[in-house]
């Protein structure tokens, strides 16, 4: 498979995130559960802007919010060793939910003014955080707002996503949080995928992961999802259901599902296994006591109860199931717990281990530490091939906005490399979040 992007090491983030409904039966107003920004740490200064990067190499990191402050910040320091290490006459694209971060936002105005093409696109809860530290008029006011111009920063409209315009409980939004780099490090055509806000709080008290990719066909099909979010964001009403599942043209390893998708005509969205694509691929999965398969699963919000049963009747049938999730009580607003109480009790004692990551910090008087990768790891039999090693990342919870309403992405990796990596990072969440 293509190789290209440098990572760092590995380590990962716990937390909030954005608010869904606890089982179906009762939606409460989203909010990110996070200070938007507790005091922005810079980023170490590396190279000069526009000198080559370390090479960047095809893989995952992870931050560690108990760990040093490099360790901590990690996946952010990656990003702004990537933004610097792209030179003149190449395009950064980005789309994310919340940013607070001000290292990021100075490293993409100083690759727009080094001639860099800087094109963000926002959810409206940009705006809205502006007082709290939000980086929205920071952007405006660096690279503009003019999308005839080669840089610019645009939100999604107040009352919606930029593609997604149905409401389940609230506004849909742009949830996603990836980076496209048309040259950076030495390599071209460069996709990271992140589980993290640009915000502190996703350093400083979650687990969170970030791969990158270097992968031309990748990278098109990102590419062509950001157009359609410009194109759907910037006029008419948008779209109730946008569900595209392309493969790289250049790496069939390498697939993604960008939403919302509807349910089956006539059906209730919550009641409809056969349109749940993370429970679809599931069911891809062969279990048996004699040759058993694993699945991994590290969740912020969960509330999908068709992926719950899932995970137990595949632990039923022979597969060795483990669960990390987030342990916020309130993690999908006031009184509504990250692990859905539906959820909970159906999965409660029938997996092979779960725990839920709520920890003390190192520090007293921290806030407590949890999860906010949203992960499946598959490593055994899969569509009927044996010794499969599978992950599918990226901004995509396991609530029904992600599902139904959001603009979200779920990246599937078909590379036992980046699987170890992963399974790496899932051991240490086992560990850590079991607690003492």
Known sequence: MSLAVA??????????????????????????????????SPAP?????????????????????????????????????????????GSISLSLYTFTDDSVREALIAAKERGVAVRAILDYKSHETVTAGGEYENLAAGLG?????????????SNRSCVGNRAIGSRAIDHNKFFLFSRTGGAEKVVVQTSANMTGTQRTDLFNNAVT???????????????????????????????????????????????????????????DPATDTVKLLLDKVACSSTRRSEVRMAANLFY?????????????????????GDGNPNGGGTGVPSLGRTVTSLVSGKLTQRVECWEDPPTSGAPKIGLHS?????????????????????????????????????????????HDQYKANHDHLMRYCAGT
């Open 304 to 324: 999908r109860d068709q992926i719950a049963s899932k995970l137990v009747a595949m632990k039923k049938a022979g597969c060795l199931v483990y669960l990390a």
């Open 45 to 89: 200064s590396g190279l000069p802007a526009g000198a080559p990067a370390a090479p960047v190499t095809t893989g995952a990191i992870f931050n560690d919010p108990a760990g040093t402050s490099a360790q901590r910040d990690r996946i952010r320091n990656h990003v702004v060793s990537l933004i610097d290490g792209s030179p003149a006459g």
């Open 213 to 271: 990719i270097a992968d031309p066909g990748l990278y098109d099909n990102y590419a062509a999802y950001f157009s359609d979010q410009l194109k759907y964001g910037a006029s008419g009403p948008g779209l109730a259901t946008y569900y595209r599942t392309p493969s790289s043209a250049t790496d069939p390893a390498y697939k993604t599902y960008f939403f919302p998708r509807r349910e089956t005509s006539g059906t209730d969205y919550r009641k």
């Open 374 to 418: 949203k992960y499946v790891l598959v490593k055994g039999t899969y569509e009927g091939v044996a010794d499969k090693k599978i992950v599918w990342t990226g901004s995509h919870n396991y609530s029904w906005q992600a599902l139904r309403s959001n603009d979200e992405t779920l990246l599937k990796i078909d590379d036992a490399v980046v």
């Open 145 to 157: 707002t003019d999308r005839a111009r080669p840089s610019w920063v645009m939100s999604c409209p």
């Open 7 to 40: 990572l760092m090491s590995v380590v990962a983030l716990p937390g909030a995130a954005w608010a869904d409904g606890d089982d179906g039966s009762e939606f409460r107003a989203p909010s990110e559960a996070e200070p938007p920004s507790r005091g922005e």
